[in-house]
């Protein structure tokens, strides 16, 4: 059994552009957080997605989308990127139980420089 | 606003030495508590995980208790190995969606 995946590992970009990065979750869970780890910090949540739809929003500016498909795989989209974005994006997933609030498992993530 | 704080920030023991690593929490309205384990350049490893209910969870050398009350939960590892050299990280999920709040972590290194 997979667990969580994401891709690409590593991903170099210059200040202005725009990135994709892709996670697909553990198999039977319908729910994917995307949190942001800079060199040294905790991670920071940054949105969850749950039936295609963004359900809570971290602190992050609207430069920061992302989009949940029907296979519940997901993807994090950053506009214009700063200096600043660089850090390793980390994709959680989690099965929705109503009621509870479940054990999030966490891929490899994927390391993102802006030059 | 809830806040995470784990101290110490490092941590350096000799094999087989048993630690305690600490983490506090500002505001006791959680669902549960997680700790992970991430390795340098790596993703986070889910070791335990607590609901509110509950005082404690246990897998094999290691233990972590919640106290909600005090808004305090430790990490117990018995009989520590240079292997568990690593950062400890303690989240708190909480929110509507059950969104992981990160302390900063505990680098610890085991010398053999």
């Known amino acids: 059994d997979a667990g969580v995946t ?19 979750p553990k198999s039977g869970h319908d729910t994917v957080s995307w949190y942001q780890q800079a060199l040294g ?11 295609e739809e963004e359900r809570q929003r971290g602190n992050f500016p609207d430069r920061f989308s992302g ?11 950053v506009n ?12 959680a997933s989690s099965p929705r139980t109503a009621g509870s609030y479940n ?13 | 606003k809830q806040e995470v704080t784990q101290i110490p920030a490092a941590l350096s023991v000799p094999e087989g030495e048993n630690l305690v690593l600490n983490c506090s929490f500002t505001d006791s309205a959680i669902y549960n508590l997680q700790w992970f384990r991430q390795d ?5 490893t889910s ?4 609901q509110s209910s509950q005082r404690e969870q246990t897998s094999g050398r290691l233990n972590a208790s919640l106290d909600k009350s005090s808004g305090r939960s430790t990490l117990y590892i018995a009989a520590s190995q240079p292997g568990d050299s690593a ?5 708190v999920g909480s929110g509507n969606t059950g969104k992981l709040i990160f302390g900063q972590g505990t680098t610890l290194q085991v010398k053999p």
Do not use: M, W
């Open chain 2, 47 to 50: 070791l335990l995980l607590i």
């Open chain 2, 87 to 91: 950062t400890y990280l303690c989240a």
């Open chain 2, 40 to 44: 340098p350049g790596k993703g986070l």
């Open chain 1, 6 to 24: 994401q891709s690409p590992t590593h991903l170099i970009k210059t200040r202005g552009q725009q990135v994709t990065l892709r996670c697909s």
């Open chain 1, 80 to 91: 214009a990127l700063l200096l600043g974005d660089s850090a390793l994006y980390l994709c």
């Open chain 1, 67 to 77: 989009h949940q498909f029907p296979n519940y795989s997901s993807e994090l989209n």
């Open chain 1, 41 to 51: 910090q905790g991670p920071q949540f940054i949105f969850q997605y749950y039936e």
């Open chain 1, 103 to 115: 054990e999030q498992f966490f891929g490899p993530g994927t390391r993102l420089t802006v030059l």
